[in-house]
């Protein structure tokens, strides 16, 4: 099992950056496909970025490829997202995720490990 906690959103202007992070308790971080999600008021969750074991693959939502990097440190337990070029859109609490398959997924209902989730608001 894995413990999942989201940290470094806030509030932020439109066109401005923030970097997420997800630090992960247990040894076996390394053995998990990592995802993150976004939930915006009165709206589904809905897929992010997704990236592999080892980082060697990773797989993006279209309204934020190109905006949006995913990536990962196993010795430090974490995965990352950095968020440039936001915008009011993008507001909504952000969700990481883990999973054993071992394709990046783009699913929720494939990850098994969600962490409380952090809130991003940017403004206009």
């Known amino acids: 099992q894995v413990q999942l906690v989201e940290s470094g959103g806030g509030l932020v202007q439109a066109g401005g950056s923030l970097r997420l992070s997800c630090a992960a308790s247990g040894r076996t971080f390394s053995s998990y496909t990592m995802g993150w999600f976004r939930q915006a008021p009165g709206k589904e969750r809905e897929f992010a970025a997704s990236i592999s074991r080892s980082a060697g693959s990773t797989i993006y939502a279209d309204s934020v490829k190109g905006r949006f990097t995913i990536s990962r440190d196993n010795a430090k337990n974490t995965v990352y997202l950095q968020m440039n070029s936001l915008k009011p859109e993008d507001t909504a609490v952000y969700y990481c995720?883990?999973?054993?398959?071992?394709?990046?997924?783009?699913?929720?209902?494939?990850?098994?490990?969600w962490g409380q989730g952090t809130q991003v608001t940017v403004s206009s």
């Open positions: 995720a883990a999973t054993r398959l071992v394709l990046v997924q783009r699913v929720a209902g494939q990850y098994d490990y």
